[in-house]
């Protein structure tokens, strides 16, 4: 009869069989997340270079010979165009033109504008804060009002107040900005009836204020184009909110933390709420690359000196490296905003990215 080894015994032999398993469960979900944080970089990079492909024949389709709008109402002879066209390298081959276009945008040289002369990097920046302030402002209201609303929309749903605020949340919705700009115009700034001109449109300041007083004279100017903005978009921000804690509501773990004895008000902020949040917070990301590429029909309607309004300058000649630039900074903010919000996911839910 032969006697087993130290080596055959039950428990080193169970040893052996469950270490690799410990590890894998530790390495599982370490190479997911790896794996799922490279694959959304990739997807990122890949969006951006579609973005620049896009940027530069999109708006080669549209009418229109940026040179012939430059020179619009002068005297300039077959020369004098043929010279220009060469200057802005307009008589280049199309594939070459996409060539010079690519190397100086990867090296962020994005070209110089037609109309202004100057380079369309430099022509962003000094528009950037500006957009910057107005639409950033009205995204903080509108979030926080939306998510707000939307909460209590859905805590108390079928309520007097619930069907207020979504059809109200609705009807603005539906309603184009800068037609609400416009109304807006009329009655609090040019006056009408009764209601006399309260705020002025046009510009960003006065131009004969400093110090504390500049500051009241831009929030001044800011009121009717932020109230436009928020009007429109905290009614999007509601009904998403309120739709996805609809349908968290009816999860066992809130009748369990209820069970527990916890008060409606924890129920909803220490459960619910952070639950439903996923899908508001992709929207939330979005907005805040809207953020950088400002609203253009809203700068426009206000004249406020941002990106949208030299959008709008930029499209009427086309002036194509300036369209191209802002076209490319407008779509690459709405990209890595929706990557960081896809990085954000696991840390709000586990179960992403495994």
Known sequence: MTTASSADTPAVVAEARTEPRGRRFTAGPALAHLRYVGGKLAGAVVSLFAVLVTSFF?????PGDPVRTMTHGRQVSAEQLVALRSQFGLDLPLWQQFTHYCGGALTGDLGT????????????AEKLPATLLLTGTAVVLYSALGIWLGTRSAWRSGGLGDRFHTGLALTLWSVPSFWLGLLLVITFSVGTGPVPGLFPTGGMASGDTSGFAYVLDVAHHMVLPVLTLVAVQYAQTLLVMRSSLLDEMG??????????GLRDAAVRRRHAVPNALLPTVTMLFINLGHVAAGSILVETVFSWPGLGGLFYQALSVPDLPLVQGLFVVFAGAMIVMNLLADLL???LDPRVGR
């Open 58 to 62: 999109l708006f080669r389709i549209i």
């Open 113 to 124: 504008s037609y109309q202004f002369h100057a380079p369309v990097g430099s022509l962003i």
């Open 251 to 260: 999860g066992d773990y809130l009748t369990t933390a209820r069970a527990k």
């Open 345 to 347: 996911y696991p840390l």
